[in-house]
């Protein structure tokens, strides 16, 4: 995994914005594509899944429910 991509849930992290989610799933991306920036030819498919990733991301950040968190 990406050791650039931190932990968007609390404790680690209280204020996490839509730009910190997609920040990770443009990592996550990069890391499993190998590209830091698609050919044009792959571009469609790379901003694709950068966005599924990224509604998957805050789907799950959505929906867990931390222990001594607020």
């Known amino acids: ?3 650039s991509i931190k932990t968007l849930r609390p404790p680690y992290t209280e204020d996490v914005t839509e730009e910190d989610v ?3 799933a443009l990592q996550y991306v990069r890391k499993i594509s190998g590209f830091r920036a698609p050919a044009a030819h792959n571009a469609e498919a790379f901003d694709k899944a950068v966005e599924a990733i990224t509604m998957a991301s805050e789907e ?3 929906s867990l429910h931390v222990r001594g968190a607020h």
């Open 1 to 3: 995994m990406c050791r």
């Open 22 to 24: 997609r920040a990770a």
């Open 60 to 62: 799950l950040l959505a």
